[in-house]
């Protein structure tokens, strides 16, 4: 996430071909070819780009007001490829029903948002779902008989959770120094981040949500626990996971892809084993249950 000085500089930043700066908030033209020359990267800089929608060419923010209406109509042009994109906002100038009803976020026969729409919409999407959240515990020994000595909820919308637990994964990853010879040390890390955040990502995005339950993030002195509400979905069984992927969630799983936290693959529990591996650590013991699955990554020894 960009900073307020980084987002300063990339305002006034002239010669960036990084950034793209429009005053209007209806070019819809202008986003999407803004969006796909990022995609593109053909400078290849392999670093994101940004569309700055309320500031002029001059990097002058413009005053815009921010409204619910532009929120969607940005986020349906960065969803959809942009002659779709074109299309529901413009041409056919549907509600904003119908509009969500085209992603499969509003069921337009039952009149109401979808669990993929009240996800990523709802201002309080745990009065819809009450399961939808992610729940961290660090427990002050090996089990749960031990006291509590921290703990947090994450909840709010999705785009919300996901990137608070992305800032998050970090806290368990201490380091500390390893001597490779009486010259020099190396610092080491108790687990990787990168897999943590995967399984923690493909809990939320896997994760049954007709449950009440949370999602579990626990932490104890030698392992840590990531346990999501539901079973192995379709086609996924014990045998053959994880090289086959099925979606209990396609809708929650294509928008976790194009907000740019997993990928479309299927790959985000053999990126975390290979993370493992590359620290030292076992790989990721997983348990299959009718009501849950259970990750758990054993600490670096």
């Not at 500089?9 to 793209?20: G, N, P, V």
């Not at 479309?264 to 620290?279: H, S």
Request: aromatic share 10%; charged share 20%; net charge negative.
């Amino acid at each position: 996430m960009l900073s307020t000085e980084q987002l300063q500089t990339l305002m006034t930043d002239l010669e960036s071909d990084r950034a793209e700066r429009t005053a209007s908030t209806k070019n819809t033209d202008k986003f999407g070819e803004a969006i796909c020359a990022f995609a593109n990267d053909f400078p290849n800089h392999r670093q994101p780009g940004y569309l700055l929608v309320g500031v002029n060419d001059a990097g002058h923010a413009c005053g815009l007001h921010v409204t619910d209406e532009l929120l969607l109509d940005l986020f349906l042009v960065t969803y959809l490829p942009a002659a779709v994109a074109r299309d529901v906002i413009d041409e056919n100038n549907r509600d904003v029903k119908e509009q969500l009803a085209s992603l499969r976020f509003y069921d337009l026969a039952a009149d109401c948002p979808t669990n993929a729409g009240a996800l990523l919409f709802a201002n309080q999407p745990l009065h819809w779902l009450p399961g939808a959240y992610v729940q961290f515990v660090r427990w002050a020994g090996l089990t749960m008989s031990d006291d509590p000595i921290d703990e947090k909820r994450f909840s709010g919308d999705l785009l919300t959770v996901l990137r608070e637990i992305q800032s998050f994964a970090a806290l368990p990853t201490q380091s500390y120094p390893v001597a490779e010879s009486a010259l020099r040390e190396r610092n080491v890390i108790d687990y990787p981040v990168v897999a943590i955040r995967e399984l923690l990502w493909n809990a939320v995005m896997h994760r049954s949500y007709d449950s009440n339950a949370p999602v579990r993030l626990y932490w104890y002195d030698d392992r840590i626990e990531i346990q999501n509400p539901g079973g192995l979905y379709g086609m996924a069984s014990p045998e053959n996971f994880p090289t086959q992927t099925d979606y209990r969630n396609p809708v929650v799983s294509e928008a976790m892809a194009t907000l740019g936290y997993v990928n479309a693959f299927g790959r985000g529990v053999i990126r975390a084993q290979d993370a493992l591996r590359k620290n030292g650590n076992p790989e990721a013991e997983f348990v299959f249950d009718p009501s849950h699955v259970l990750a758990t990554i054993r600490r670096k020894t």
